[in-house]
């Protein structure tokens, strides 16, 4: 069965450092892979989705996602952190063997410092 | 367009009880899943209903039970509420479901404490 893995519950960069948040995947290659964004008191949102069109996935509020499958990463990066971007990150996978049910990580808490 | 709908946003109730939680999915989403966050366990996966089906389900015992009515809005219930039921349920509507190429769009949660 499919698993995945997120290095780190917590990641703390400076305002306008790199973000990176690491993601790694088990098995075979999923069809299909996701980052979502939860703010504080608040409902996941979607920042993007793998679909095998492209390596490099573009989402929203800047970030990027870059699919490799040698390594079976989606690890998801920012140029450069806001205050704004403090929230949990969410990477999941779509497991063919359970009718395309999302296997999801154990998230990354990530904290900007001033 | 209206986001997904999650009533009441916080609950507070006592072991033994039952809970009824309810979700009103994007118009036009016909897929609703429900899922379990707490900081020990993450997410947890309860079940996903498409047309009124049950079409998934997580490991979680049969306390926990849901249903979709014919306007796709869902409940979900839990009975005889236990202290480690006490967590943000959190309900994700799609339009085709099973969440392979149909991303989830989220509610804001139900917060759940059992006292």
């Known amino acids: 069965a499919q698993s995945v893995t997120q290095l780190g519950s917590h990641v703390s960069v400076s305002e306008g450092a790199l973000v990176l948040l690491r993601c790694n995947y088990s098995?075979?290659?999923?069809?299909?892979l996701f980052w979502y964004v939860q703010y504080p008191n608040q409902g996941l949102q979607l920042l993007l989705k793998?679909?095998?069109?492209a390596t490099l996935v573009k989402g929203i509020n800047g970030f990027e996602a870059e699919f490799k499958k040698s390594e079976t990463s989606f690890h998801l990066t920012k140029p450069s952190a806001h205050m704004s971007d403090a929230a949990e990150y969410f990477c999941?996978?779509?497991?063919?063997?359970?009718?395309?049910?999302?296997?999801w990580g154990a998230g990354t808490k990530l904290i900007i410092k001033p | 367009k209206a986001g997904v709908t999650q009533t009441p946003r916080y609950l507070i109730k006592t072991r033994g009880q039952q809970v009824t939680l309810s979700c009103s999915p994007i118009?036009?989403?016909?897929?609703v899943s429900w899922y379990q966050q707490t900081p020990g366990q993450g997410l947890q996966f309860l079940f996903e209903?498409?047309?009124?089906?049950?079409?998934n389900k997580g490991n979680f015992p049969g306390r926990f039970s849901g249903r979709q009515f014919s306007n796709s809005r869902s409940e979900m219930n839990v009975s005889t509420l236990e202290l480690g039921d006490s967590a943000l349920y959190l309900c994700?509507?799609?339009?085709?479901?099973?969440?392979?190429?149909?991303?989830?769009?989220f509610g804001n949660g139900t917060r759940l404490t059992v006292t």
């Open positions: 994700a509507s799609s339009l085709a479901g099973g969440s392979g190429n149909s991303p989830l769009h």
């Open positions: 118009s036009g989403h016909r897929s």
């Open positions: 098995s075979s290659v999923p069809p299909y």
């Open positions: 999941a996978v779509s497991d063919r063997g359970s009718n395309y049910q999302l296997i």
């Open positions: 209903y498409f047309s009124e089906t049950q079409r």
């Open positions: 793998y679909t095998s069109a």
